[in-house]
């Protein structure tokens, strides 16, 4: 009796959990599930592959080195059809590729060609787009470059922050493998060779990117806030000799007159006014000594403005 489609599936954070779920339920046996180890420094806001893994029976591996010689050659052991790669945190090479008797394919988080490379939602957050969602493609050498196989597209709101925006990019990334693994089992599936678009390359972001510089237009500022809101570092800027991190605000209609940035009592919450005019209304906030009352400091604003450096 022949076998079934059997894979390899290289997966971490929510994506790669609902992700190898799909794949179980679409049949396919799953010979080895490789993550890697939480770090402790990173908030664990999202579910465990490892956990989902293990409550599967499922043989689960943490190479320190994926693409070492050791670790390809017991691979190339497991004859898979498939090698899946589910927001995996390391780059396959192209000898752990090979590995795969029909195909290697990633799931990403955006709507390739767009949005390459790391952190794709956040990066769309802050650019203010206002779509994004999952692509599975073959890899290649080359990173988020290879055939498109299938994509879902997910609205973003304008108030949407990024743990919001991964949520939906977790329920198309379900979706579009659902949608193609069938195509995929029976040798049928799409392949859309992908453009390269320039420009569309993004790097990692890390707490420094979260700075504020309250010189911007609040639309621009509200949307930095929003694409590194808890559980990500932040966004922040200085308030006099405070640090302030403003963790939900909400661009407001009104426009007032240009000049230096300032804080503002209004209405009974604390308001930036930018310098262009443009207002962003502060909804939540903190210091390094925790949860900042903005209702009081909205009166105290009301009558003495703050003058932004």
């Given amino acids: 009796m022949s076998r079934g489609p059997r894979a390899v599936v290289f997966a971490y954070h929510d994506v790669g959990v609902r992700c190898l779920k799909a794949l179980l339920s679409g049949g396919v046996e799953v010979a080895l599930v490789v993550t890697v180890a939480d770090d402790p420094k990173e908030t664990q806001w999202f579910a465990s592959v490892a956990e989902t893994a293990r409550d599967y029976g499922l043989p689960v591996a943490m190479p320190e080195d994926p693409n070492s010689a050791a670790f390809v050659a017991q691979l190339a052991a497991l004859d898979a059809d498939f090698i899946f790669s589910f927001y995996y945190r390391s780059m396959l090479g192209a000898p752990l590729l090979e590995c795969a008797r029909r195909a290697a394919l990633n799931m990403h988080g955006s709507l390739l060609p767009k949005y390459r490379g790391r952190a794709p939602v956040n990066w769309a957050i802050l650019n203010g787009e206002r779509e994004i969602g999952a692509t599975l493609h073959y890899m290649v050498a080359r990173a988020d470059a290879g055939d498109i196989v299938d994509q879902q597209a997910v609205p973003i709101l304008a108030d949407d922050d990024a743990r919001e925006v991964y949520a939906k990019v977790t329920a198309a990334a379900e979706i579009v493998l659902v949608r193609a693994l069938p195509g995929l089992i029976e040798g049928s599936a799409p392949r859309r060779s992908q ?6 390359y993004f790097g990692r972001r890390g707490p420094e990117d979260g700075r504020i510089d309250w010189r911007w237009p609040a639309e621009r500022i509200h ?15 200085d308030v006099g000799a405070e640090r302030w991190w403003l963790h939900r605000t909400r661009v407001a209609p009104q426009t007032l007159t240009p000049g230096e940035p300032r804080l503002i009592g209004a209405h009974g919450e604390c308001q930036l006014v930018c310098a262009d005019g443009s207002v962003l209304r502060i909804l939540r906030a903190a210091t390094a000594s925790g949860p900042l009352d903005l209702a009081r400091l909205a009166s105290d604003f009301e009558r003495r403005p703050v003058t932004l450096g």
């Avoid at 453009?195 to 569309?200: A, F, K, N, R, W």
């Avoid at 949307?223 to 800027?237: E, H, K, Q």
């Fill in 195 to 200: 453009p390269i678009v320039p420009g569309q």
């Fill in 223 to 237: 949307n930095l806030v929003r694409a590194v809101a808890p559980p990500f570092p932040g966004a922040f800027g």
